[in-house]
């Protein structure tokens, strides 16, 4: 038998996206080149390297726009 034991760390950027304005596409691009800056780091790919498809999601909050990833790491004890 093998146990492995992992944790999972959700990294967020926040957009003000308060009404009646919205956030603003030159906002939401600064915060898609940094968060994907972060996730290139910590996962320990290049700057040119592609990300999946699916490794940053977005959601409306109440008054902002959140992306997201989540990296796995080896839990520590």
Known sequence: MTRREYTVRTVEHAIDARPPWGATFSEISKALRSIE?????????????????????MFPGDDELII?????????R
Request: net charge negative; proline share 3%.
């Open 68 to 76: 997201r990833f989540t990296i796995k790491e080896a839990a520590t």
């Open 37 to 57: 800056t972060e996730y290139r780091q910590l996962h320990g790919l290049t700057a040119d390297a592609s990300i999946p498809d699916d490794a940053l999601t």
